[in-house]
T-cell receptor
Framework: GAGVSQSPSNKVTEKGKDVELRCDPI?????LYWYRQSLGQGLEFLIY????????KSGLPSDRFSAERTGGSVSTLTIQRTQQEDSAVYLC????????????FGQGTRLTVV | DAKTTQPPSMDCAEGRAANLPCNHS???????VYWYRQIHSQGPQYIIH???NNETNEMASLIITEDRKSSTLILPHATLRDTAVYYC???????????????FGRGTQLTVWP
């Protein structure tokens, strides 16, 4: 595709349910990032994938959060047993892995836990 | 991790130059400075990046001090559409690589007024 695609664009879920958020990066981009942004706040790093290397999971806030990247392309962020404080916009970005190139962001998934 | 400090808000008159400062006093030698902006309800948009030399593109200019401890983003002729949160970022290298996660601070809310 032309850009980073995220789905769904909006998700409302009940507290305690599991959710899956999807990210389709730009074709050929081997680096993929997940961030989240709570209302009125800056971007909080969650996880970073780079090719076949072990992902940098240092930003995941708890063991309820996990992410996978299958075949080096599509990534899924899973939140188990959602809590109200998980409500935020979840942003995905991708970039080329050669040199210092810019990351392109998707429009995000707005998650609301009620 | 190298972190950044930015003023929380700035104003600029339309047509005038907007100069957005950023401090990154703990930046490492192989860490680049990136600037992104985020217009309300959209994903962050790349603007420019640099290592130690000044850079210019169609959107902006980036001035990095000789000691690399601070930088300034210059929008030469601000328009109303430039109203956004501007993030100064350093790319946190890992294992000697120049790639890695992007650390976002709180950013500067730039308001361009007519």
């Amino acid at each position: 595709g032309a850009g980073v695609s995220q789905s769904p664009s909006n998700k409302v879920t009940e507290k305690g349910k599991d959710v899956e958020l999807r990210c389709d990066p730009i074709s050929g981009h081997t680096a993929l990032y997940w961030y989240r942004q709570s209302l009125g706040q800056g971007l909080e790093f969650l996880i970073y994938f780079q090719g076949n290397s072990a992902p940098d999971k240092s930003g995941l806030p708890s063991d309820r959060f996990s992410a996978e990247r299958t075949g080096g392309s599509v990534s899924t962020l899973t939140i188990q047993r959602t809590q109200q404080e998980d409500s935020a916009v979840y942003l995905c970005a991708s970039s080329l892995a050669v040199g210092n190139t810019e990351a392109f962001f998707g429009q995000g998934t707005r998650l609301t836990v009620v | 991790d190298a972190k950044t400090t930015q003023p929380p808000s700035m104003d600029c008159a339309e047509g005038r130059a907007a100069n957005l400062p950023c401090n990154h006093s703990t930046i490492s030698g192989n860490e680049y400075v990136y600037w992104y902006r985020q217009i309300h309800s959209q994903g962050p948009q790349y603007i420019i990046h640099g290592l130690k030399n000044n850079e210019t593109n169609e959107m902006a200019s980036l001035i990095i001090t000789e000691d690399r401890k601070s930088s300034t983003l210059i929008l030469p002729h601000a328009t109303l559409r430039d109203t956004a949160v501007y993030y100064c970022i350093v790319r946190v290298a890992r294992g000697g690589s120049t790639l890695g996660r992007l650390y976002f601070g709180r950013g500067t809310q730039l308001t361009v007024w007519p």
